[in-house]
């Protein structure tokens, strides 16, 4: 496990926090959706990895009332930020890296909206979550494919130039996909809304572009796409019988 990279992740979600709420419609949709595939069965202590400043935890909370909630981020600000927004529940906040879990706890429910994309080994992480789930418990979370932000891919790669967003790796576990267009207004307010949310860190051993390649690609991308990006998201389960 890399230290440098924990800490980068942390750092930057970290300065972003104070206004991660004011850029992330994205999230907070996709929130919804996981949302309503939640189980309704009985369930009794819920885990929270990457919480970020509650976009998910608000459903848990309404879903599963007077309910045993730990709920977690690896980011202390993003916790923070979440913490004052429902300060008279009673929920277990912690800092917590979802790749270093402590296996001996056990919980019926274990959730992530968009959190494990920041995972160096998102199966083997998997694994250990799953092990986590007391009988008849489930594990869900939604992450990015790799399929997320072809538009711009495409266009660096047609000038040649380096791609710094994250390898996103596919599990096996997934359930359901589904395609989000978006309009920006353009590359720079897309690459903009990426770094307000903390997501900006880049891929490990990536050059950063010039300003002159940063331009260049800006220029062309709002030519071919008008500022329309695609995520692409992956809905993850796993069942413990
Ligand atoms: C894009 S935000 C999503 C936040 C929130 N779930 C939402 O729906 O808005 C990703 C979150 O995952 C957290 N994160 C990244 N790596 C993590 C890790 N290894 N363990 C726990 N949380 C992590 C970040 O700090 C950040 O708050």
Same mark, same amino acid.
């Given at each position: 496990?890399?230290?440098?990279?924990?800490?980068?992740?942390?750092?930057?979600?970290?300065?972003?926090?104070?206004?991660?709420?004011?850029?992330?419609?994205?999230?907070?949709?996709?929130?919804?959706?996981?949302?309503?595939?939640? &189980? *309704? #069965?009985? /369930?009794?202590?819920?885990?929270?990895? %990457?919480?970020?400043?509650?976009?998910?935890?608000? $459903?848990? !909370?309404?879903?599963?009332?007077?309910?045993?909630?730990?709920?977690?981020?690896?980011?202390?600000?993003?916790?923070?930020?979440?913490?004052?927004?429902? &300060? *008279? #529940?009673? /929920?277990?906040?912690?800092?917590?890296? %979802?790749?270093?879990?402590?296996?001996?706890?056990? $919980?019926? !429910?274990?959730?992530?909206?968009?959190?494990?994309?920041?995972?160096?080994?998102?199966?083997?992480?998997?694994?250990?979550?799953?092990?986590?789930?007391?009988?008849?418990?489930?594990?869900?979370?939604?992450?990015?494919?790799?399929?997320?932000?072809?538009?711009?891919?495409?266009?660096?790669?047609?000038?040649?130039?380096?791609?710094?967003?994250?390898?996103?790796?596919?599990?096996?576990?997934?359930?359901?996909?589904?395609?989000?267009?978006?309009?920006?207004?353009?590359?720079?307010?897309?690459?903009?809304?990426?770094?307000?949310?903390?997501?900006?860190?880049?891929?490990?051993?990536?050059?950063?572009?010039?300003?002159?390649?940063?331009?260049?690609?800006?220029?062309?991308?709002?030519?071919?796409?008008?500022?329309?990006?695609?995520?692409?998201?992956?809905?993850?389960?796993?069942?413990?019988?």
């Amino acid at each position: 496990m890399s230290t440098n990279w924990k800490s980068n992740v942390i750092r930057s979600f970290d300065s972003k926090s104070s206004i991660y709420d004011q850029n992330c419609k994205i999230q907070k949709d996709i929130a919804h959706n996981l949302a309503a595939d939640l &189980p *309704d #069965k009985d /369930i009794s202590d819920i885990l929270e990895i %990457g919480c970020g400043t509650g976009n998910l935890t608000q $459903y848990l !909370l309404y879903l599963y009332k007077n309910k045993n909630f730990c709920i977690t981020d690896i980011s202390p600000n993003m916790l923070k930020y979440a913490k004052e927004k429902f &300060p *008279d #529940k009673n /929920i277990y906040w912690k800092i917590f890296d %979802g790749e270093n879990p402590d296996i001996s706890q056990k $919980y019926d !429910l274990i959730v992530a909206n968009m959190a494990f994309q920041w995972f160096e080994n998102m199966e083997g992480s998997l694994l250990k979550l799953s092990s986590m789930l007391n009988s008849g418990g489930s594990l869900f979370y939604t992450i990015p494919s790799k399929n997320s932000f072809n538009e711009w891919k495409e266009t660096l790669k047609s000038l040649d130039l380096p791609n710094g967003i994250l390898e996103f790796q596919e599990p096996s576990s997934i359930y359901k996909q589904e395609e989000m267009l978006v309009n920006y207004v353009n590359a720079f307010d897309f690459l903009h809304s990426i770094k307000d949310i903390g997501a900006g860190l880049p891929r490990k051993n990536y050059t950063p572009l010039t300003p002159k390649q940063i331009k260049q690609a800006c220029d062309k991308f709002d030519k071919d796409y008008a500022g329309n990006i695609t995520w692409h998201i992956l809905y993850g389960r796993i069942d413990k019988k």
